[in-house]
């Protein structure tokens, strides 16, 4: 057995460290593990399966040939903390007032009220935890122990966010690695260097722990995020420089998972779902991802800042290998796994819709959506899409334009563009949104714009001064704990 283990498995075994539901689980059949692997700013061009360049993912790579791929996956928006309040919740995020990407001391934060994925999994008596970068909130009641984790270590917003910002620099306190709900220490660039392994043997060790019962392990690496960090192992290992470095021991970790599972007999009833929070933040040049043929990056509503990399892997229940390019998006997850494991969903309304026959490979499966809401910012509605079609809302949006390449981590500035009437794009002659087919198909445009006032009359529209109907606050702070983080982060009041 050892001589099929990896590096972190033996080390681990040494310490001595601890469809419908019935076409899923048979009576008495054992409810399946839940891993969620969540990159953080790693672009569509960014596995090799999708055309990376300049380093291999091969872990990533076998995942794709042994559970299904799916090219049309979407995020929530295109930000950090927005994107994971949709994963966790399967809600919008701006349904529940989480938007943009929450900073230090943030006054808002996940909502007590809202049920995540833990906390649907505890339904269930599973074991969970969170490992890496959380975001919704970094006062003790937003951390992940108040919220269904059992187990908790990372940081608890983006790498960047520090004093060594390459652009603000001491606007940032300094970074906190937590344990639990207590801070351990101050980060410091050896920490940086060394989360992506850290994580990875967290996670490793929480799965032959709980080998013998259920488990839903949650692991948001900070990394591709800048400032890049890597480990002296992966250091100088590519040919594309610290971002194929970066990318190579993501990939590193994902294989660590994977035999993780196989080494503790996991393997066949272990959901494996790897996929990314948004696009490439291409202002950072070479130290950002590539969004493949996609248009624009991260924080904007074009497919580059949206559409993600995703992979389902679940031996015997998925099939190996298939290619979907039916849509999908993060907030299907809750529902999805909800049904996997016959756990309620909450008395709240969600917005994702259980998406297991796309998973499984049903035939004829289709998207049951009949439109995905694209917000970004404070609640602009920039775009809504059906199927294939997408139309493009008036918005203004940030871009490169013909400004030189990046060097070293330090970014240029974005130029302010424009959308002045809706444009129409057909996703399957155009996954790039170079054609606008407005003027060619006015009764596309005219039911999509259908789409966008349903999307207003519920969740509201800053762009058009509309108030949704169904939207929830998020958890605030009283000025009591307002007080404490302050405090925690070493402000004066």
Known sequence: MMGRLSFLIGTWLVLGCGGSLSTLRAAGEALPNVVIIFIDDEGYGDIGVQGAQGYETPNIDRMAREGRRFTHWYAAQPVCSA?????????????????????????????????????????KGYATAAFG??????????????HGFDEYFGIPYSNDMWPQHPEVGDKFPPLPLIEGNDRLRVADEHDQDMLTTWLTARAVNFIGQHREKPFFLYLPHPQCHVPLHVSPRFRGTTQRGLFGDVM?????????ILNALKAFDLDENTLVIYTSDNGPWLSYGDHAG???????????????????PCIMRWPGRIPAGPVTDEPGMNIDLLPTLAKVVGASLPDHPIDGLDIWPLLSGETGAKNPHQSYWHYYAQNELQAVSQGYWKLVL??????????????????????????????????????????NLAADDPDVVAQLLGAAETARRELGDKLTKREGAGIREPGRLTKEEADEIDAWHGRKK
């Open 133 to 146: 970068k959380w975001h919704l909130g970094d006062h003790r009641k937003f951390l992940p122990l108040q």
């Open 290 to 308: 590539s969004a493949g043929p996609l248009r624009e990056g991260k924080g904007t509503s074009w497919e580059g800042g949206m559409r993600e």
């Open 83 to 123: 994107s994971r309040t949709g994963l966790l919740t399967g809600c919008y995020p701006n349904r529940i007032g989480i938007h943009g990407a929450l900073g230090p001391g943030s006054r808002a934060g996940i909502h007590d009220g809202e049920m995540t994925l833990a906390e649907m999994f505890k339904q």
């Open 394 to 435: 008036p918005h203004g949006y940030r871009t490169l334009g013909n400004q030189p390449i990046a060097k070293g981590g330090v970014p240029v500035k974005y130029s302010a563009a424009k959308v002045e009437q809706p444009e129409l794009y057909d996703l399957s002659n155009d996954i790039g949104e170079k054609t």
């Open 248 to 256: 190579a021991e993501l990939d590193w970790s994902v294989g660590e």
